[in-house]
């Protein structure tokens, strides 16, 4: 097997992680640690029902990783992620000696592994982490478009049913003249 091949192949447990954090509303991050060829710890973003802003898919599996190793330093393990990490997790990456890193799809608006920072290559820093970008990019990239896309529109549905209640409200209150009591959504006026 090729490092392309076994890349694939643990990208593709990342993103199995991943998935677990969409059922359950999460950012859809997923993240694995390999070590001799095997996978020795497993996360995904789980900071909405930890209620932990720390809750992300690569501190878990670094952490659980340095539980089975019983070492804080990871310096023979690969960390493979669906996403780039952010400062923190690019951070704790620094600091457990990870010398390799494999991400999936860019993060613009808070990657650390080159997007808006590169702390992976820091030459002040005592340690460097090799990194392989866009493995699985496609599929990493298009399970986080879906997320958002969902959020939005539940974003925009909110919106839309505040606005209608706060319309409601005005024409009880008297506020708003006839015409923009017509606005009100069908259900709202029958109340």
């Not at 059922?23 to 497993?42: D, M, S, Y």
């Not at 974003?155 to 319309?167: I, M, Q, S, V």
């Not at 005005?170 to 015409?179: C, K, N, Q, Y």
Request: hydrophobic share 40%.
């Amino acid at each position: 097997m090729t490092c392309s091949d076994s890349d694939e192949k643990y990208m593709k447990a990342a993103l199995l992680q991943a998935e677990k954090a969409l059922v359950k509303n999460e950012v859809p991050i997923g993240c694995v640690i390999l070590r001799e060829g095997k996978i020795i710890a497993r996360g995904y973003n789980r900071r909405t029902e930890a209620g932990n802003v720390l809750a992300h898919a690569e501190i878990i599996a670094i952490q659980k990783a340095c539980r089975k190793l019983q070492d804080w330093r990871l310096e023979d393990c690969t960390l493979y992620v669906t996403l780039e990490p952010c400062p923190m997790c690019a951070g704790a990456i620094v600091q457990a000696r990870i010398p390799r890193v494999v991400i999936g799809c860019m993060n613009p608006k808070a990657g650390c592994a080159g997007s808006i920072l590169d702390l992976f290559h820091e030459e002040r820093f005592n340690h460097q982490v090799e990194t392989r970008t866009g493995v699985l990019e496609a599929d990493c990239s298009a399970l986080m478009k879906r997320f958002f896309a969902v959020l939005r529109k539940g974003w925009k549905e909110k919106k839309a049913l505040r606005r209608a209640e706060r319309l409601q409200q005005e024409a009880a209150d008297g506020a708003i003249t006839e015409p923009a009591a017509r606005k009100l959504p069908a259900k709202m006026k029958e109340a």
